[in-house]
């Protein structure tokens, strides 16, 4: 029986290295065919939806948000880029690094409502979410009042995020993932 697990075993991994090594040259050939060439950066540069004209507007919007920090161009350009592909940005730093003023910033950039919050184990949904709607609870409807809380926000800050109970982690969730908020 111990030899008929070490042939299996040893045809598996043969197998495998066989089925890696196929994806590797595929892998390989695609990288090949797709391979950028400069009359493409061109082509793409004169396209009708090309954000090619918007270049100054970024690079003006990077200005403002780093004007007057020291060393930020780059989470500067982070926090741009984040809000042209609708994706988070998570910044690691000690406190006074200014990582809340590049948020900030970068409501004003967009023009947008900006919340923030610091989290602790004892944060509560209604200071991420927003107090309930006592007029709703009369007509027995679980709404909140979410109008300057996170659902509402246009750039947000949550500043010690992995210091949040669970609770609050899984009910951001959503709200972080699917950029919905399920008021009721």
């Known amino acids: 029986a111990s030899l008929d697990a070490t042939v299996a075993a040893g045809t598996f991994n043969s197998r495998v290295e066989d089925t890696m090594e196929q994806l590797r040259v595929a892998v390989a050939k695609d990288i090949e065919h797709n ?3 400069p009359n493409v950066l061109d082509n793409e540069k004169n396209e009708k939806e090309s954000c090619w004209c918007y270049r100054g507007e970024l690079h003006e919007a990077v ?6 920090l020291v060393e930020r161009e780059e989470e ?8 042209i592909a609708r994706e988070h940005v998570l910044f690691l730093g000690v ?10 910033r970068l409501s004003e950039v967009c023009g947008g409502l900006f919340f923030q919050r610091l989290l602790t184990r004892f944060t509560t949904p209604e200071e ?3 107090p309930l709607s006592l007029r709703a609870l009369e007509n027995d409807e679980y ?3 979410t109008e300057g809380f996170l659902p509402t926000a246009s750039v ?3 500043d010690e995020i992995f210091k949040a109970n669970s609770a ?5 969730l959503t709200i972080l993932n699917e950029r919905q908020f399920d008021n009721g």
């Open 128 to 130: 991420i979410f927003g």
């Open 35 to 37: 391979a950028w060439t």
């Open 76 to 83: 500067s350009r982070l926090v741009v880029l984040g809000l």
């Open 63 to 68: 200005d403002r948000i780093m004007d007057g």
């Open 143 to 145: 709404r909140r009042c």
């Open 156 to 158: 947000a800050f949550l």
């Open 168 to 172: 609050i982690l899984n009910t951001l």
């Open 95 to 104: 406190p006074g690094t200014g990582k809340s003023v590049l948020g900030r």
